[in-house]
């Protein structure tokens, strides 16, 4: 997608930049996959660290970061730097631990995940690095849920301002942070910190939230750091494939151009890993063709 000019004296929009999650090509080697997006068109890349992509917790990850960083500035493909591996912290416990469970250090072992990603992100030159909250552990009442979260992220926020890396919160279904009235939740009790933002997905805003995927975009504008975009239908949290769900992309592209953002966007088909190279081809045609179905003003211009 181009920019379009805007009236006189007012700079044009940015272009969308789109890439694609690496937790959708997880039966690939990372350089492999590295080179499918570049050769596909894709702008950028979701990278999430995991045991089989830039393992997190494995040796010599600087040396390994440096390596990736390479690779990525000879494909000329930007990054963002994801956290959602579902077993790289424990192998029997998706997700596990949490910013929320009970036991202290377990907590500190999520968080410490979070500023290992702060500083592979860093040292890549990501955007943003993206976070979720975890579901609220049985038997914790909400507002100890809430305190909890607020105090593991406090410093991984601080690590991301002295890194000129914002923190990107997602709202994630059946989570404790769901939804972008729970954001701001968070923002609030963490005074709202200049580099504390949000992982804005356009699949999960059809799926749960009050207002259209459109309106969400446009709702979230001014602490939209990352976004993830896939299909999905109201009320049932399934990634789906472009053309399969309920979602109006062109609307969608339209209200993200216009906000300004110049983050990637990131398709994410996480459950559709073993096609990642058929889902990865389909999709940045799919995204063009919105983009360029977005309505002109009679201006020549999207609004």
Sequence with gaps: MTSSPGPAGTPAAP??????GTNGLADLRLDDALALLADLGYDGVGLTLDHMHLDPLAPDLAARTARVARTLAAHGLSVTVETGARYVLDPRRKHGPSLLDPDPDDRARRVDLLLRAVRV????????????SGVTPSGTDEDTAWKRLAEALAP?????????VPLAVEPEPGHLLSSLTDFHRLRDALGDPAALGLTLDIGHCQCLEPLPPADCVRAAAPWLRHVQIEDMRRGVHEHLPFGDGEIDFPTVLEALAATGYQGLTVVELPRHSHAGPHFAAQSLPFLHRAARAIPESPEGRTP
């Design 15 to 20: 272009a969308l930049r789109f890439g694609y």
């Design 121 to 132: 992100a860093a040292d890549l030159g990501a955007h943003a690095v993206h976070c979720f």
């Design 156 to 164: 991984v926020v601080e690590t991301a301002g002295r890194a000129g």
